[in-house]
């Protein structure tokens, strides 16, 4: 596995630094070395890049946005931001990042930071493979690839019960593990990647594999676990078709 | 009864100032320390005799903030030689497309000031006017004569610099505004000017001729 990076700092040294870690790891293929976020912007229209590290604290405005674009999701790229700020000062940025490098960082941390991108590639690569191939084999389409607690977790699709909504992150509650996984991705996400025909969204947080419902009344759903979740009201028609639908 | 009244309260006066000014005093900005430390960090690879000389400016200017930040007056000599250390630390952070100037003049090198003083107006000069990517200039001159300062500090604006209120050089200079008006009530100026692409401080204190510590001179 190789990742194309892109490095991006302001200050010279401090990318010069930054590009002779990239050097000293062999899965790390250099796109570009950029000295501005135009520049850099530039380059992502332009290159296949995977990864790109960036300095959070570049001074100008464009910075910043480019900064912001990334953390709205607005990349498919993978980011490690590099800064100097105190732990504490960029733990609003957290979410969006694979990782953050705390300046001065050692090869060590550098070498943290790229296994966790080459984690998060294999990841990728392989949810894109289970979505781009639906039946290639016969198991595929059981299997929910998901991302937590630094691992990626190969779920069947029969032990997921449902999924809730937490701003940017999701708890997928499963048969197979004793805690809720929690995991970054939007509910929307989700329900593109589950089958539609088994899995259903009934209200703004929550979905819920249709397998798994026990009973329903009012604008309430049971699971067999015993969970009680809401069926919200934009949800209410269309969950009552289907449900109707599986039932004849 | 009365007088005694009347020196109390002017201690009480006097204590609330210091408390004041203790609050105010220029701090350190970690984020300059940790972007230095990471420059050197990065030097030490690159040019290993730059990398010793950057510490021992970063140790000198260390020593100077630490030992005798608190101090009520120092040698003017000792803050130019501190804003001394602060410049080529800054400088070994961007290329060659920034002009830095720094131009002293100081007739009466020993007389006092407090400590720290310009700190902030350097410092500002430099985060919001040097550009990493567009030619920039921070300019800074020092005289000292007919017992008063003067410090004029002039830099580029970019296009992007946001106005100082809205961004955390904000803080800094309202605390320093703050500082001179306790320290020099009615006998500063602090004049702030800007153009289309420059931004200028003047700053005018009185300088204490007299009553300093036996450090003077050294």
Known sequence: MSLRVVAIDDEPLALRQL???????????????????????????????????????????SGLDFVHSLLNGGTPHLVVFTTAYSQYAIEGFKVAAVDFLL????INDFQRAVNRLIERKQQLSALQEAQSHPSADAGSDEVFYVRADHRTHALQLRDIRYGQAMGEYLRLYVDSAPRPLITLL??????????????????RSYVINLNKIAHF????????????LPIGDSYRAEFEERVARRRA | ?????????????????????????????????????????????????QAQDSIVELSRLLRYVLYEG??????????????????????????????????VELSQPSAGIPPLVMATFVENAFKHGVSYVARSF????????????????????????????????????????????????????????????TYSVLLDIPLKLEGLPSSVGK
């Open chain 1, 217 to 228: 009344a009012k604008g309430r759903v049971t699971l067999s676990d015993g969970t009680e």
């Open chain 1, 19 to 61: 590009v002779a870690y990239i050097g000293r790891v062999p899965e790390l293929v250099l796109v570009a070395q950029c000295q501005s976020a135009v520049e850099a912007a530039g380059v992502l229209a332009r290159e296949d890049v995977d990864a790109i590290f960036c300095d959070i604290n570049m001074p100008d405005l």
């Open chain 1, 186 to 203: 939007s509910m929307k996400r989700l329900c593109e990647q589950l089958p539609p025909e088994r899995f259903m969204r009934i209200h």
């Open chain 2, 70 to 103: 608190d101090h009520q007056y120092v040698p003017v000599q000792r803050e130019v030689d501190f804003l001394g250390h602060y410049i080529r630390l800054m400088r070994i952070r961007f290329t060659d497309d920034v002009d830095v100037r720094f131009d």
């Open chain 1, 103 to 106: 300046k001065p960082y050692s």
């Open chain 2, 138 to 197: 921070v300019d800074i001159s020092i005289r000292t004569g007919q017992g008063r300062l003067c410090l004029h500090c002039r830099n580029s604006k970019h296009t992007y610099s946001k106005p100082l209120a809205e961004s955390s050089g904000g803080v800094g200079l309202r605390n320093a505004r703050q500082r001179l008006n306790l320290l020099f009530p009615g006998n500063h100026t602090l004049e702030i000017s800007e153009t289309a692409d």
């Open chain 2, 1 to 49: 009864m009365r007088k005694h009244r009347d020196e109390l309260q002017q201690q009480l006066e006097y204590e609330r100032i210091q408390q004041q000014l203790a609050f105010l005093n220029y701090q350190i900005n970690p984020h300059f320390l940790m972007n230095t430390l990471n420059n050197i960090h990065a030097l030490i690879a690159i040019d290993p005799e």
